[in-house]
């Protein structure tokens, strides 16, 4: 379950109400934090790996800095993107979905319910990124496509299943970076083929929301090249 409370100015959600991680970010805020390692930093991300009492895990801090006005515009009508990924995550575990990575903490500074600051802990998933390997075996192929399934009938999905997106464990294949997105029939479509593009797992499942799916994709193709014919949009786009 997770809890909401007000910390400091952040809108704060936590997983199972854990006041362990709701020390972890207080840290944060004092600059009380050790990191291990850095994983990722551009003028709106950082990412860390922390050291913690039950080891270590995933700092991230995203600020964002463009699409403001459409952020802030949509904040009116519905919750944020990881607003959403902290609740949903907390279900499918609940469900009894272990290949995602948990999400055990989300701060929020908001204007109104424009979230303009995110700062998240995460599990830290030990193991080796898809990207890594040199080449991918059958079998890690139907751990990705069985993943992927599970996500789908527990109705949430990857919304970028890239190889970058999976780690593979001694225990099996742990998905990352999941879409806080709600689930829906077109955006599962898009998860399968996007596995047929990266992995060439060959999608099974031929139903409405796969041809409006690639309709789609084919109407906005279209548009580009219109676009750059009309001199409407630089080719590098």
Known sequence: ???????????????????FYENIFLDFLSNRIK??????????????L???ARGPMVLKVFVPKTKKLERFLKSFFKKDYYENLIYQTDRVWNEGVRSVNDQYLLAEAK???????????????????LERLDTISAGIKEQIRASIDELHQHDMVSGDPHKGNF??????????DL???KSSALRKAKDRLDLEKHYAIKNEIKDFAYYRFLYKRKLRRFMKRTKHKLGLRKKAD
């Open 1 to 19: 379950m997770i809890t909401k409370k007000n910390v400091h100015g952040y809108s704060v959600f936590i997983k199972d109400g854990d006041p």
């Open 35 to 48: 990191v291990l390692k850095v994983f990722r930093t551009i003028e709106d991300t950082k990412v860390v």
């Open 50 to 52: 922390i050291d913690t």
């Open 111 to 129: 204007i109104l319910n424009y979230a303009h600051v995110f700062i998240m802990l995460i599990e830290y998933i030990k193991g080796t990124e």
């Open 167 to 176: 780690i593979v464990t001694e225990q099996g294949i742990r998905l990352i």
């Open 179 to 181: 879409s806080g997105k």
